[in-house]
């Protein structure tokens, strides 16, 4: 029987592999809630969502206290009824990011069940549209990086057939910014996408002015130069620059997509953590599609890769290496092209021993 009978969670810290800073921030760990689910007739599945420095633990709390308490006698193949029934429950703190993250820790896990059980890997579950992927590198851009290493990373990701490079703007002056930029499209040509992120540093006139600098070196798109709520902001600059303006990595419900896409925006940056789990974040790939955008998401690359290649409109997965100190593999990429997990489940091999060194109490 699918019955859910064990519906526990815990929490690991772990450490960043490198300095990571962008305009706003620097990430210094990653509190990643996991989700661990037991069915009468013997399946398991585990889900994750993540912080990135704080809030881990309310996060663990609203699960312990609130929804998995409500997982327990249910059937786990019934999971848009299981998603809406702890949405419910929670309706006081919705929509938000502590309720948003819980919830994504236990859609993974039964989106984790229901590909175990029938034998297949997510990408084909969640759509099978292909199981390759491009792949763009984010952990060679990072801000606090000089010139010349912003170079020697766009390079190597060029070198290895990677379709692009992620450079994050955001100095003080948007000539600074605009000089690195130049130089990084010097190097690499025209061949190389490079996408540009500001991390919600801008203000509306500051973003008008960071575009202006960095068209002239034809990025890809322009992240989050805006408060991510800040819709009608990020639609007047689309309507201002050349640039293709890219959010989402800081929405948490279907329907601020919907606004944002009835905006006009123009990359979508789903995050299945965020969003609220797998369930979510197809709904909003497959209202994208209906809009003739692209989905980019943000970070999570061994989930996501996934996930972008279940779907037609699945278009990047973005190079950030976190957990490869508490997994036994990593995310495979083949002649520049990420490769999907064709195992049953969502193709995370967990390392229990690791994880448990690195669990906050």
């Known amino acids: 029987m699918s019955i859910i009978t064990t519906a526990t969670a815990r929490l690991a810290d772990i450490a960043v592999e490198t300095d990571r800073t962008d305009a706003v921030q620097s990430f210094v760990k990653q509190e990643t809630v996991l989700v661990d689910l037991e069915t009468a007739d013997g399946l398991t599945g585990t889900g994750y969502a993540y912080t990135i ?213 123009s990359v979508v940056q789903v995050d299945a953590a965020r969003i609220g789990g797998i369930t979510p974040w197809l709904k909003v790939a497959h209202l994208a599609e209906s809009h003739n955008v692209m989905v980019c998401p943000h970070f999570l690359m061994e989930l996501h890769v996934s996930l972008a290649a279940a779907v037609p409109n699945g278009s990047f997965v973005e190079y950030i290496p976190q957990l490869r100190a508490v997994t036994r593999t990593e995310l495979a990429i083949r002649d520049g092209l990420a490769v999907a997990p064709d195992v049953p489940g969502i193709g995370i091999d967990w390392d229990l021993d690791a994880l448990d060194d690195r669990r906050v109490a």
């Open 53 to 265: 420095g704080t809030g881990g633990t309310s996060v663990l709390a609203l699960l312990r206290d609130h929804l998995l308490p409500a997982l327990a006698g249910q059937d786990a193949r019934n999971i848009e009824a299981l998603w809406q029934r702890l949405f419910a429950l929670t309706r006081a703190t919705t929509t938000g990011a502590i309720t948003s993250l819980a919830l994504a820790a236990v859609d993974t896990a039964l989106w984790d069940v229901r590909c175990k059980r029938a034998g297949e890997p997510l990408w084909r579950l969640a759509g099978g549209h292909r199981r390759e992927v491009p792949v763009y590198d984010t952990e060679g851009g990072w801000l606090h990086l000089g010139t010349e290493e912003l170079v020697k990373g766009a390079l190597r990701a060029q070198e290895a057939g990677w379709a692009g490079v992620k450079i994050k703007v955001g100095k003080p002056h948007p000539a600074e910014d605009a000089e690195r930029l130049r130089a990084v499209r010097e190097a690499v040509g025209s061949s190389l996408h490079v996408m540009t992120d500001a991390n919600q540093s801008q203000t509306a006139s500051s973003a008008l002015r960071l575009a202006a600098a960095l068209e002239p070196y034809d990025p890809y798109w322009l992240e989050e130069p805006l408060p991510a709520d800040d819709l009608g902001g990020h639609a007047r600059l689309a309507r201002a620059t050349r640039i293709p303006v890219a959010v989402g990595e800081s929405m948490y419900s279907l329907m601020q997509f919907r606004s944002c896409l009835e905006a006009g925006a």
